[in-house]
């Protein structure tokens, strides 16, 4: 599997390097979240790589739901248990949980499905600041804050009618966000499709902190940030 550059096996746990999550970031999900950079001060693993090894070692199942309840920093040893229960936790050596696993329904494990599905998704995911928070901001005047923007990955879930394909794209359906003060809750809803065909549907949520009113010349300083990070990185 193409993930085993992005994270190393330490006493029976998987721990995470910055460049590794920084790597996969970049260069897997297109994502330029500066919280992702070997070198930020409040760095993080991409849920996204969180995501892909769960898939990773235990496969797909038809209906499963990822619940992210904690940042993962580069210091942080992960437990991943040999277990087959439809309720899985993904702990650290004190027992603190930072991932939340529900899946059911028919399961299979495919090498070439999972990287078909991992990296469609990914990809998808990490379009979203460009093309779905901005115009959402946008549409509901509101933006985060340009020093110190913060977007936390919440939940993910999906669900399959079959796992008989062996290609995969995302299309963005439906996209809210609703706002409560200085915290916006953002929900995208896609459909799963393979060979042109509907094979499923999944849900997203973010949350949006520090939330201040929308200036569009601000919001052109970070599409232009954003945009220059993603070129030097190519």
Partial sequence: MFLTDYFKKENNSIVISRKQASDFAKDIAGDFNPLHDENAKRFCVPGDLLFALVLDKYGLSCKMQFRFEGMVNDAVALHFPDASDEQIGIEDEKGKRYLKVSRAGEQRYCEQQLEA??????????????????????????????????????????????????????????????????????????????????????????????????????????????????????
Avoid: C, W
Avoid at 164 to 171: I, K, N, S
């Fill in 117 to 234: 599905f991992i990296r469609s998704y990914v990809a998808f995911s990490g379009l979203n600041f460009v093309h779905v928070l901005v115009p959402l901001m946008q549409e509901y005047q509101v933006m985060i804050n340009p020093e110190r923007p913060l977007v936390i990955y919440e939940t993910m879930s999906f669900e399959l009618d079959t796992l008989a394909f062996e290609e995969m794209t995302l299309e963005l359906v439906n996209k809210q966000l609703q706002v409560d003060g200085k915290r916006g809750d953002v929900l995208l809803e896609f459909a799963l499709l393979s060979g042109g065909k509907q094979v499923g549907t999944g849900r997203k949520t973010m949350v949006l902190s520090g939330l201040r009113p929308y200036e569009q010349e601000a919001i052109n300083h970070m599409i232009a940030e954003y945009q220059r990070r993603s070129e030097a990185r190519l």
